[in-house]
């Protein structure tokens, strides 16, 4: 009964919110908050209650000799997910609050809100790829649809359509593996798909295809090479949802599907490929982010390379660490852009890191909560991000397939996240105020509304880091043998001092050594391919508007007009000419020509009667 | 009553109605009350038909020496047609009801319309099923002609003559039935009997082909599309094409399944080419409207495809395609005409920000659009999902690129979004007053009802669309 309300109270609720909010701008607000945490409290009753996985077999329809079912499946993979996503949920509409509190279309934001938490419920506790592949529209529109929330200004409206046909483009791909896994598993179950894969039930190279076709629909949702740029364009958004998107949802279903089919993926063999597009991406993420001067765009940047992270870490073949790496990036990545949400609220709306500057006097617990997410996502012993982050690139040194290039490239993105996160911190809240004028008129968050939430995912945060080895196991089933590597500790600690050295020289202490390097040739070439994310975006769009439409759809076009459509005309024109020489007394009237098309097929069925009757 | 009044009584009641609402006024509402009506007797007849096979509803004008008997006899296939036509006219009928110029003369050629689509799902007789056909051609051609746009009578010559142009192949395959069987009687006739169902077969394909319209023969459809008064169009995609579907379903698969076996590869390609091609030309498209057309004939190109899987589940996939795309392509015409209507431009580059005006109006837009690049939750989702799985079974997994399609179509339609109804407010729409008839927006709205309903419920209609294609596949195969 939890799990069909659980499934249901979102949809509903976000009507009822839309409507309720319409009679009054406030009860929008209030009954959003409600459903969040009911949904939070639905999803900790089933947690707690928990036994075996709750397994619903439902036929959703058939059609012809075929039926499509459409089963609810909550194990641990997926009850780990739903806590995030509703237990994040409603922290990020309890923010809200005060973030979207000047905002006129409230009833749309939190319907839209709640349609999107639905989206993610319905994702993780399918049964079969169908349910699935239908919470993962719904969350396409749900993003689509808040990325340009602000429909008015062209930027967010834009970064909708961006986000909506980047992850299209992967989603087609999922499509098209439910259609062929149909065909040759003769169901959707993804339980009983992993089975018949691992016993090779499935050919070879089919599940191969498939496992790459899913793989891609996974790039397009978590932002991976080359299906990234929506992700920095959903900044437009605000950044609430940006949070949701980032943290707490949308992103991490990409992980959760190969998760989800991870046993398929060791059959088919295809974690190499994933270890392999996900280190690329990290170290572009990574790297980007360190040229960004937009405090949404680092950390976007670092949600690619982070999420990149947790592929890598089911790549190498270690569920628990690919998992335990999302749940830690879950919170605080959510915690950092709820935090960066606090700083741009405060500061009036402003994005750009170097307006920024000496706001720890303002925004002390925003500034405080912001560095426990920062030393997390860093990897610092005792915070979450380090036993995750050192599992990953462990195994990545020790499995033979991706020692080498793959695991360099990780540990890079995992040294660079020092960097820019610290980058980003101190530029916020360290030194004096760039902007006197804007610093003046910074005001300090409410506490209950704001700070509070921040506050519950620093804590989660902090604790999660002394539960790292329960949460890996919860996940997974299974105690597992710890992968581990000699000499990385102490490598990635001293990289990581290194790293946070030369950061705090070049953005607290010698802002002038820095100018004075950027302004080399060379460094400003270096910014300006990282600044626009390797110029991937460029690339994507020159192709669709110069080979797609311009060429491909413009001569189609041509040829429609011209040949196709040519010859039809010309048709006309002759039988008209024919025409006009019978009679004499012809008009353009329509009702004239009519006429004599009637009179036309009576004389041709009277003739062909005749003619049947000899 | 009897049933043959259905077609009878809306015929004769477009002239009765014309000459006295002429002055007086009120036609729509004889018109809404005639479909009203006529919905209520096709369900009550749906609710008599026998399990399997046809019911016989009476056969008029005999004449001894040739076949020539008006024989209306139904099934579950072409009563499902009439209830998706009579839903289709009431929706029409109501979403013109603010129509000014000419009402009477309008609603009852809308009448007329609606007598002649009867006949053409409920004759078995090939002479009175050919009659019927081009009976819905006179109507369509002066709806056309004198309400459309700017260049109507091109137009409405253009689409006349080429469909009327093509169902003289269709005629002469009947002949060619005729002669070779001895009947004109579409139930009696089986494949074995003919002697050339190959030259048979390509003839009625090229003849329903153009009304579907398919790749190369859709060029009548964009001209007749753009220039129709909306709710015209919305009528040709909703009904005038699903006939030709229909026909195509019912005459080139059924009725002749060995052949449609031998060049099912025809449909596949033609339908992939239709699906592709149009859809890249609504890419490229800035006309509102044409898009909207494009975009129609683009998944009348997918429901080709089902056809030619002939299979039990692709069949009803396709059935129920047919169905979404004319409740989705449908509203998406009249919002289209709509703001033609209110801004006196068809140019996308010409609007943007419509949500900021008229929000209820752009959410259905959006809605509708959403149905069309086949989104979950809508219509089109289950549609697009059932033909490829039934695709994939008969063809094999390189089926998946019907999926391109729907990757362009999303590309199109997004795009439309952005231009359209998302961004800064233009000229035109600032200047523009976008209120609208309250039964107009209705009748959108329940546009919008059914294509969440049946997204999210299909096995409503997929209960009654299975039963109606049982009977040609009790022995597993057709």
Known sequence: ?614 | MSYELLIFAPLALSLLVYIPTRNLGGTKYVALALFVYMFSKTIELYKQLPEHGYMLLGKFLEVKAFDFVLTLQVDRLSVIMLLLTCVLLILVTLSSWSLTKKPAAYFSLLIFFSGAIFGVFMSTNFIWFFIFWELTLIPMLFLVGIWGAEGRIYAAIKFFLYTHVASMLILLAFFLIYKQSGTFDMTLVKEAMLTTPALIWWLMFIGFAVKMPLFPFHTWLPDAHVQAPSPVSALLAGVLLKMGAYAMMRMVILLLPIQAEKFAWIFVVLGLLTLLYAGFMALYETHVKKMVAYSSISHMGLIAIAMGAMSYASLSAALFEMIGHALIISPLFLIAGFLHQKMNTWEMTDMGGVMQKAPYLSAIFVLAGLGALGLPGTMGFIGEITILISTIESFGSWMVVILLGSLISASYLIWTFRRVIYGEMSEGVKNANFSMNRVEFFSLLVFAFLIILFGIYPQTLFDEINQAFGVYFTGGTL
């Open chain 1, 1 to 614: 009964m939890n799990v069909g309300l659980l499934l249901i109270l979102p949809f509903t609720g976000a009507i009822a919110t839309f409507l309720a909010g319409k009679l009054n701008q406030k009860y929008a607000f209030y009954l959003a908050e409600l459903i969040g945490f009911t949904l939070f409290g639905l999803v900790l009753s089933i947690f707690l209650s928990y036994e075996r996985p709750i397994n619903v077999a439902i036929e959703w329809f058939s059609f012809g000799n075929a039926t499509l079912p459409f089963g609810v499946y909550i194990d641990h993979l997926s009850l780990v997910m739903l806590l995030i996503a509703t237990g994040l949920g409603a922290l990020d509409i309890h923010f809200s609050h005060d973030y979207m509190k000047e905002d006129p279309d409230k009833p749309r934001y939190y319907a839209k809100i709640l349609f999107f938490i639905g989206g993610m419920i319905l994702l993780v506790s399918a049964k079969e790829l169908l349910g699935l592949f239908v919470g993962w529209e719904f969350m396409g529109l749900a993003s689509y649809l808040l990325i340009s929330f602000w429909h008015q200004t062209k930027d967010p409206a834009d970064a909708g359509v961006a986000a909506f046909l980047y992850t299209k483009f992967g989603d087609v791909f999922l499509f098209a593996a439910i259609g062929i896994l149909y065909y040759y598993a003769h169901t959707l179950d993804l339980q009983y798909i992993n089975l018949l894969a691992t016993w090779h039930q499935i050919p070879d190279n089919v599940s191969f295809v498939v496992a790459i076709f899913i793989f891609i629909a996974a790039i397009g949702k978590s932002g991976q090479f080359p299906l990234f740029p929506w992700l920095m364009r959903a900044m437009e958004g605000p950044t609430t949802v940006s949070a949701l998107i980032h943290g707490a949802t949308m992103v991490n279903s990409g992980i959760y599907i190969v998760a989800r089919m991870f046993d398929f993926y060791v059959a088919a063999e295809a974690l190499v490929v994933v270890a392999a597009v996900a280190s690329l991406s990290a170290f572009i993420g990574a790297t980007s982010a360190l040229a960004q001067n937009e405090i949404k765009k680092v950390l976007a940047y670092s949600t690619m390379s982070h999420l990149s992270l947790a592929f890598i870490g089911l790549g190498v073949g270690s569920l628990s660490a690919g998992m335990t790496h999302l749940t830690n990036h879950a919170v605080f990545k959510a915690l950092l852009f709820l935090g960066a949400g606090a700083v741009i609220m405060a500061a009036r709306h402003n994005k750009d890191l170097f307006r920024l500057g000496g706001a720890w006097k303002k925004l002390t617990l925003v500034g405080l909560f912001m560095g426990v997410g920062a030393l997390s996502l860093s990897g610092i012993p005792p915070f979450s991000g380090f036993y995750s982050k050192d599992a990953i690139i462990a195994g990545a040194i020790l499995n033979p397939k991706t020692y080498g290039l793959i695991s360099t490239l990780t540990i890079i993105a995992g040294v660079l996240s020092v960097a820019y996160v610290f980058r980003i911190w101190l530029l916020i809240f360290a030194g004096k105020p760039r902007d006197i004028e804007l610093h003046e008129r910074i005001k300090t968050p409410s506490k209950f509304w704001i700070s509070l939430p921040l506050g519950i995912m620093a804590l989660i945060t902090f604790v999660l880091g002394f539960y790292q080895k329960e949460l890996s196991e919860y996940v997974t089933g299974k105690e597992l043998p710890e992968a581990h590597v000699e000499y990385l500790l102490p490598l990635l600690l001293s990289a990581i001092i290194l790293v946070g050295f030369i950061v705090y020289k070049f953005y607290k202490s010698r802002p002038d050594a820095r100018d004075k390097l950027a302004a080399q040739p060379l460094m400003k070439t270096f910014h300006k391919i990282l600044f626009n994310g390797y110029f991937v975006e460029h690339m994507i769009t020159w192709f669709v508007k110069n080979v797609i439409i311009n060429s491909v759809s413009k001569t189609l076009n041509w040829i429609d007009v011209r040949v196709i459509d040519g010859a039809v005309n010309g048709m006309l024109n002759l039988s008209q000419k024919i025409f006009a020489l019978f009679n004499a007394t012809h008009t353009s009237k329509v009702s004239n020509q009519a006429g004599v098309m009637i009179l036309g097929l009576l004389a041709v069925l009277v003739v062909i009667f005749i003619g049947s009757l000899v």
